[in-house]
Nanobody
């Protein structure tokens, strides 16, 4: 059974930093892509950053330089480090994994990030 459990969300002041963590179980990094998405109320879920099967990180252009994704293959975690946070970054963040052989997609329950002005 695949489980993705996010943690690390909370309230931070504008300009501050926060690191989200996703504990991954039931799926191998070597056979999946993992990533972070976010979704504001009433809006579509949008990609933030992903890591390929080979561990190559990729952040969407609009967040490059502020958001960095990484993974720890020993701890089976995927992290999202966020710098210089802005109020518009306030939303729910979701961990995602796609098992490549079946194209099955999995989501965590989400963690809330609030950036105060």
């Amino acid at each position: 059974q695949v489980q993705l459990v996010e943690s690390g969300g909370g309230v931070v002041e504008s300009g501050g930093s926060l690191t989200l963590s996703c504990a991954v179980s039931g799926i191998r990094f070597s056979r999946s892509t993992t990533g972070w998405f976010r979704q504001a109320p009433g809006k579509q879920r949008e990609q933030v950053a992903t890591i390929s099967v080979r561990g190559e990180p990729s952040t969407v252009d609009s967040l490059k330089g502020r958001f960095t994704i990484s993974r720890d293959t020993e701890k089976n975690t995927v992290s999202l480090h966020m710098d210089t946070l802005k109020p518009k970054d306030t939303t729910d963040y979701y961990c995602n994994a796609i098992r490549l052989c079946t194209n099955s997609e999995y989501w965590g329950q989400g963690t809330q990030v609030t950036v105060s002005a």
